[in-house]
């Protein structure tokens, strides 16, 4: 297991090489060109600069990991100085069910709160440290290769990694096995990206802020009476229309097109 107290050695280590120390450390958090892409312990804030901003570089939950997945960032990672992260590649997270790391931590930035969902326990099941991303055209799956590595890996399986079967319109007799990814499951933990067989990883996990999109509020879906409620607007205000009982009267009303 990797010392806390070696880290935080290594760390002071290179800024006494640069001579600033203390200013070293202290500038380190507005480093971070690519901190957006950084990869958290379970439980961490969603937006990497409230994270940034919480965390106190104290190392427990690098301390406590059993895998040695997580570290502490020096300069250079292009991270925050002193936060943990993971490179899933390397070493991902195992999904500990006892989740240490998150357990641990004594300033809020990984809170266990953010592993429950309504009045259920935490479970690690519910993490979202970011969404596994498929690169189709370096995925041999897509080639027609047989090649399900990340779906056996994944720990859940058939949920946030499915296999699509699609027949081979090349060679009509054989079948295309898909991995599929559902971010709705998916927690980020970068099992599928470190057991990927290809030479550069064809599956990778981005942060959930930068793998996720966003379809906007007036998109309605039509088949999801939840969802539908949201078109039930107020009156109107100060129209001339005494006639209409509802803004979804009046969007259908052509009456003045003609």
């Known amino acids: 297991m990797t010392s806390r107290r070696k880290v935080i050695e290594n760390l002071f280590k290179t800024g006494t090489l640069f001579g ?5 450390w202290g500038n380190g958090a507005s480093e971070a060109a690519d901190t957006e892409l950084a990869l958290r312990p379970p439980g961490a804030f969603q937006n ?31 991270k925050a100085v002193g936060t943990p992260f993971f490179k899933p590649r390397d070493i991902p997270c195992y999904m500990c069910t006892d989740i240490p790391c ?21 479970s690690i099941n519910n993490t979202q440290i970011g969404v596994a991303v498929i690169h189709k055209e370096s995925c041999i799956a ?50 599928c990206e470190h ?11 981005l942060p959930r802020s930068i793998a996720t999109g966003k379809v906007g509020d007036h998109y309605i ?16 205000v100060n129209t001339d229309k005494k006639d209409i009982k509802s803004d979804l009267d009046y969007l259908n009303d052509d009456t003045d097109l003609y």
Request: aromatic residues 8%; glycine residues 8%.
């Open 20 to 24: 600033f120390g203390g200013l070293l």
């Open 48 to 78: 990497d600069k409230d994270f940034v901003q919480a965390c106190i570089k104290c190392g427990k939950c690098v301390e406590v990991c059993p895998y040695d997945t997580l570290e502490l960032a020096t300069p250079g990672d292009g």
């Open 102 to 122: 998150t357990y641990n931590c004594p300033s809020g930035a990984l809170d266990i709160k953010r592993l429950q969902k309504g009045n259920e326990p935490a």
């Open 142 to 191: 897509f080639w027609g290769i047989q090649c399900d590595a990340c779906y056996r890996a994944c720990p859940l399986i058939d949920k946030a990694l499915k296999i699509e079967r699609k027949i081979n319109e090349r060679t009509k007799k054989h079948a295309y096995l898909l991995p599929v990814v559902d971010s709705d499951y998916c927690t980020g933990c970068g099992i």
């Open 195 to 205: 057991v990927c067989i290809v030479e550069k990883p064809a599956i990778f996990v």
């Open 221 to 236: 879906k039509g088949w999801d009476k939840s969802d539908e409620k949201r078109m039930k607007i107020k009156e109107p």
